[in-house]
């Protein structure tokens, strides 16, 4: 279930409001492409979501999937006490898995970040998967910390975005074969599956869905000839997604295409002109806009 495409989908605005017309366009878009959905994640900007927000897109999500793609909720926080409410909500709501960024802010060391996982695990029965991003947290989720941590039942995966294929090579190697390591950065998909990574958690799909699916899924099969020719076709693409902090790049792009309006909520705010015109000039290439 947790293999292949999924998309970190954004959370589309109008008037400082969930815009639920446009997000169920941009759901069904993905579904159409046979991409797994992403809510509530960073590129959701649940940073600013409120708890009562949080819980009606998980749920607007899961009404519209149907269980036509796997839907893995967004529910971490640098407060265990939040994420566990959080999750325990997505479990009832009916996600699929829950994703759970490692704590952020309080920087905990190992203990505490193994600990912050395993209290939750124990409190719920819906599957977990583990994002690392320390850009974001300021705190890597060590590759030991996570082999111990896969060691729980329903810890089932992680989302590796620390950007160390060397520690993505020794959680593929030394977790258990069910364990899915999952790209957290588009341009090192590629990479990352030939090491025995299972898929990734795209913002790039938001964009090209069929592509990211099909260089992902030609991976899968160990077609890895093809997949490279996907992952230097969408390259270009996947970096100008990252030329200001993420959702900036990737909303400024969909409004471009026509399918939301380009609002973001403080303290994000759009493109300078400098860089809409770079991130223009990509799009054009491609021929998205």
């Not at 279930?1 to 959370?11: Q, Y």
């Not at 994002?131 to 996570?146: K, L």
């Not at 030939?194 to 699916?213: F, L, Q």
């Amino acid at each position: 279930m947790f293999e292949g495409t999924f998309v970190a989908i954004v959370t589309p605005f109008k008037n400082n409001k969930v815009d639920y017309d446009a997000y169920e366009k941009l759901l069904e878009m993905q579904i159409k492409a046979g991409n797994g959905i992403v809510p509530c994640g960073t590129t959701g900007e649940s940073a600013t979501l409120s708890y009562e927000e949080h819980s009606e897109v998980i749920k607007f999500t899961v009404d519209i999937v149907k269980k036509r793609v796997p839907v893995i909720a967004g529910t971490g926080s640098n407060s265990t006490k939040e994420a566990l409410e959080l999750t325990k909500e997505a479990e009832k709501i009916g996600a699929d898995a829950a994703l759970l960024i490692s704590p952020y802010y309080n920087k905990p060391n190992q203990k505490g970040i193994y600990e912050h996982y395993k209290y939750i695990a124990e409190n719920v029965n819906i599957a977990m998967i583990l994002y690392n991003v320390p850009g974001r947290t300021a705190r890597n989720i060590e590759a030991e910390t996570t082999i111990a941590l896969s060691k729980i039942k329903n810890i089932v995966g992680i989302k590796e975005a620390s950007g160390d294929l060397v520690q993505a090579s020794k959680i593929i190697k030394e977790t258990d074969k069910s364990f899915v390591v999952l790209s957290g950065e588009d341009a090192l998909t590629y990479f990352i599956m030939t090491i025995g990574g299972k898929g990734v958690i795209s913002v790039t799909a938001n964009v090209m869905p069929e592509k990211v699916n099909q260089m992902v899924s030609y991976a899968l099969k160990g077609n890895f000839e093809e997949a490279k020719k996907l992952h230097l076709e969408l390259l270009e693409l996947s970096k100008v997604m990252f030329i200001d902090t993420n959702p900036i790049p990737v909303k400024e792009t969909l409004a471009l295409m026509g399918l939301i309006s380009n609002e973001l909520r403080l303290p994000l705010t759009n493109l300078s002109d400098d860089n809409r015109e770079k991130l223009k000039k990509v799009l054009k290439s491609y021929n998205i806009i």
